[in-house]
């Protein structure tokens, strides 16, 4: 059953059309299960396969030219795999020098985005603003200014690609989906389900639909049961939640688990909270601490690095199989499925 919509949730503010009149039909796609959902969705409403493209915004830079840092290494590799098993094209965004240049950044403007196009170029976009420094982490917290990782890696460098591809320049009709269900968290509980997207003009109209939000975590498994994918690795190593490697709203667990598959990236991460003299988290405790007093209660790592050897190997890898996709023998929920969200609550 569908989950009932809070009476203080906001109205929607645009109409969706049937979905044969857009022209082009994008998923903001992460990897992750609920655009994985969103993607499921429209294939179950007979949404030909032409008519869709998957958008994936890199989190640590131009996948051509940059090493994994806070995404997990085979994060771009599953994604090119589902693309290229479900014969959806595939399409990258990202900001240059990712989260890394961004939380490093001393008297510098915000970098610039690009995107490919369709053809295989590349256009960029933006890197001319005001000169900061910022030396921070972003905040866990639902404020987006503070919480920057999101706007400046993701929605800003989206919303870009809609102004400058001369494809949506002037009268196009495109519908864009994302993954947020209101069963993640209070605040998204209370989104509309269809609005205008920023980039919506009158050259151009662009709906926002977030087609899954009042699906329950039961039904986003379920739709990938029903069509046997096999979930991005996080999930099967006890990750609730496929984000960043180390995501800012990681809890004790997850840090542990972090610390336990790549003790290097942990240890930098150590460093950087020296650096910028405050923690990932908001509590002031330094996560190596952190991590250590969680796992003396008996909350250790989600990870058996015995049992879990070949799991961990694909997850920081830089390959995954298109015909690894599809489940071979029978489909099971993987070891993080139900857990907590660890997301922006």
Same mark, same amino acid.
């Given at each position: 059953?569908? !989950?009932?919509?809070?009476?203080?949730?906001?109205?929607?503010?645009?109409?969706?059309?049937?979905?044969?009149?857009?022209?082009?039909?994008?998923?903001?796609?992460?990897?992750?299960?609920?655009? @994985?959902?969103?993607?499921? /969705?429209?294939?179950?409403?007979?949404? &030909?396969?032409?008519?869709?493209?998957?958008?994936? %915004?890199?989190?640590?830079?131009? &996948?051509?030219?940059?090493?994994?840092?806070?995404?997990?290494?085979?994060?771009?590799?599953?994604?090119?795999?589902?693309?290229?098993?479900?014969?959806?094209?595939?399409?990258?965004? #990202?900001?240059? +020098? *990712?989260?890394?240049?961004?939380? !490093?950044?001393?008297?510098?403007?915000?970098?610039?985005?690009?995107?490919?196009?369709?053809?295989?170029?590349?256009?960029?976009?933006?890197? @001319?603003? =005001?000169?900061?420094?910022?030396?921070?982490?972003?905040?866990?917290?639902?404020?987006?200014?503070?919480? #920057?990782?999101?706007?400046?890696?993701?929605?800003?460098?989206?919303?870009?690609?809609?102004?400058?591809?001369?494809?949506?320049?002037? =009268?196009?009709?495109?519908?864009?989906?994302?993954?947020?269900?209101?069963?993640?968290? *209070?605040?998204?509980?209370?989104?509309?389900?269809?609005?205008?997207?920023?980039?919506?003009?009158?050259?151009?109209?662009?709906? /926002?639909?977030?087609?899954?939000?009042?699906?329950?975590?039961?039904?986003?498994?379920?739709?990938?049961?029903?069509?046997?994918?096999?979930?991005?690795?996080?999930?099967?190593? =006890?990750?609730?939640?496929?984000?960043?490697?180390?995501?800012?709203? *990681?809890?004790?667990?997850?840090?542990?688990?972090?610390?336990?598959?790549?003790?290097?990236?942990?240890?930098?991460?150590?460093?950087?909270?020296?650096?910028?003299?405050?923690?990932?988290?908001?509590?002031?405790?330094?996560?190596?601490?952190?991590?250590?007093?969680?796992?003396?209660?008996?909350?250790?790592?989600?990870?058996?690095?015995?049992?879990?050897?070949?799991?961990?190997? %694909?997850?920081?890898?830089?390959?995954?199989?298109?015909?690894?996709?599809?489940?071979?023998?029978? #489909?099971?929920?993987?070891? =993080?499925?139900?857990?907590?969200?660890? +997301?922006?609550?």
């Amino acid at each position: 059953m569908p !989950l009932p919509r809070p009476s203080d949730a906001k109205p929607d503010s645009a109409e969706l059309l049937d979905l044969r009149e857009y022209e082009k039909i994008i998923v903001s796609f992460s990897g992750g299960k609920d655009s @994985t959902a969103c993607v499921l /969705h429209l294939l179950d409403l007979g949404v &030909p396969r032409a008519c869709i493209e998957l958008w994936h %915004q890199c989190i640590d830079g131009d &996948p051509k030219d940059s090493e994994p840092f806070f995404d997990w290494p085979v994060t771009e590799a599953y994604v090119e795999a589902f693309a290229q098993a479900m014969e959806i094209p595939l399409l990258y965004q #990202w900001r240059e +020098g *990712g989260i890394e240049r961004e939380m !490093l950044k001393q008297n510098q403007a915000t970098a610039r985005a690009g995107f490919e196009l369709p053809d295989g170029n590349v256009m960029y976009s933006g890197g @001319t603003g =005001g000169k900061k420094t910022r030396l921070k982490f972003p905040a866990p917290v639902r404020d987006l200014r503070t919480r #920057w990782c999101t706007p400046i890696l993701k929605i800003d460098v989206d919303a870009m690609v809609y102004t400058n591809d001369p494809r949506f320049k002037t =009268g196009c009709t495109v519908v864009e989906l994302t993954g947020e269900r209101r069963q993640e968290s *209070g605040n998204r509980a209370k989104y509309a389900e269809v609005e205008p997207h920023k980039s919506a003009s009158k050259k151009r109209r662009i709906e /926002h639909w977030r087609a899954v939000i009042d699906w329950t975590e039961e039904e986003v498994w379920d739709a990938l049961k029903r069509h046997n994918i096999n979930p991005h690795p996080c999930y099967h190593l =006890g990750w609730s939640r496929c984000s960043c490697f180390p995501c800012i709203f *990681g809890d004790p667990r997850d840090f542990a688990s972090v610390r336990e598959i790549d003790l290097t990236l942990f240890r930098t991460l150590e460093e950087l909270e020296e650096t910028f003299r405050s923690t990932i988290r908001m509590d002031r405790t330094p996560i190596g601490e952190w991590a250590k007093r969680e796992c003396k209660r008996g909350c250790g790592p989600y990870v058996d690095m015995q049992k879990d050897r070949a799991m961990i190997q %694909q997850a920081l890898s830089q390959e995954y199989n298109p015909q690894d996709i599809f489940v071979k023998g029978t #489909w099971k929920p993987p070891r =993080g499925a139900f857990g907590h969200s660890g +997301g922006p609550v």
